[in-house]
């Protein structure tokens, strides 16, 4: 069986993930001063500019990829 359902630090790092992307997502279209959203859109462009979302992405599949791992091995081993 692939979904194992008491794996939960796999969906809280799941779960923490998903409410990053929503509030980057969201978080420029929140202020109502055009002055806000052009900062927040600059200290946007500027982590692109330094590989930011390159690193999160890195992060993400070193956190959620093994446990994924896990629940293979531990099935093939079961076999």
């Not at 462009?45 to 629940?71: D, R, W």
């Amino acid at each position: 069986m692939l979904f194992n359902p008491l794996n939960t630090k796999y969906y809280i790092y799941k779960l923490s993930f998903k409410f990053i992307e929503l509030i980057a997502f969201l978080l420029p279209a929140l202020p109502d001063l055009l002055l806000i959203r052009l900062i927040i859109l600059t200290m946007y462009f500027v982590a692109h500019i330094l590989g930011l979302p390159t690193q999160y992405m890195h992060m993400k599949n070193t956190l959620l990829e093994p446990s994924t791992t896990e629940q293979k091995t531990s099935e093939e081993t079961n076999i």
